[in-house]
């Protein structure tokens, strides 16, 4: 992947709006964060932006980098879904086109190429000039070429094994029916051999 991820870094903000305090503490809420992610300490970012967010939902910015500093810790579960998240309630094509960007990056690195393969499509889909997402598309692509010849033969020997143990299944059931047979047999031919010995043994009328 040639694209890493960054941060969204907030510029001096001069607000006149009668919600100005609460946006104050919004802001210096991505602020903490931001300096904690730039220290690497990813985990203490977390609440820093979710607090953010929790002050404003429509924060967009919050959620991006909420998503990243996820994505550094190395929870990809949660690294997806809160791409998802951000792509699903920011109205700005931008941080949109970024969120399928970088869900696509983490989908990748789950081994999910499918899914990861539709997210870059739908980040060229908003930006066409992302060079970064068409190169990550294409190399999606080639992966998954690759795998399906690997799958395909490993689904070959998985099939090649399910009947070898239906022919042994086969053959155990064969030889107890056989052997069941047999049993059947050995019970006749016993009664039989009963039934002489009682005729043979069996005294004359008296008349």
Known sequence: MKKLFYIVWLMPLFIVLPAWVLAQDENAAIREGNKLYKERQYEKALPAYQKAIEQN???TKARY???NARYRTGNLPDAEKSFDELIEKSNEKNYKEKGYYNKGVTLTKQKKLLESIESYKNA???DPT???ARFNLQKALTELKKQQPQEKQQ???QQQKQKQQNNKLDKKKMEQYLKSLEQKEQ???RKMQQNRSRA???PEKDW
């Open 200 to 202: 043979v043994t069996q």
């Open 130 to 132: 992302d060079e970064d």
């Open 124 to 126: 060229l889909k908003l």
């Open 65 to 67: 980098n909420l998503a």
């Open 187 to 189: 019970e006749v031919q």
């Open 57 to 59: 939902p429509n924060n």
């Open 155 to 157: 689904q070959q020997k």
